[in-house]
């Protein structure tokens, strides 16, 4: 698992540009996606999550959820086309346990239109490191600790 400045990013998973989404390959040629440490680290404690349907077919960089963090609603979106397979559907009445632990909890499981295109837009590996690193400068993040908003505060 590479730790950045306190951020944890599991050596398992694949991530978006922004590092906000981590995706798992679940097997059937579907992706789990849910929001990384990082990414909650920016926007605060997580709230609501309004996924759309199953059966919904999602545009590259498209959203296919809506979350509620620190009194703002944004889109989390997918970095390849495909289409919503399966809702984490307790998350929808306990939105809370991501902030605890954000890698155990998924939100969709998603059917990429091509699962190796999918594969190529994701970041793995060292590729992660540095856009943390890019990522964590820009935002003036030291440390996780330093950065992160305590659960429950807005």
Known sequence: MAEIR???F??????D???N???RDSGG???EAGLTAFGLALVGDLYMFNPWPVGREIEANKAFALVEVAKTVLSVRSPF???VA???TPLEITPFKVNRSPYLNWLVRLEPDDATQARSVLLTGSQVAVRANELMDLHGMTTLADFQRPLGST
């Open 86 to 88: 399966e809702i984490n």
């Open 21 to 23: 989404v981590w995706f």
């Open 10 to 15: 599991p050596d398992d998973l694949m991530y």
């Open 29 to 31: 040629g579907q992706f």
């Open 6 to 8: 306190g951020c944890e």
């Open 81 to 83: 086309a495909c289409v």
């Open 17 to 19: 540009t922004e590092l």
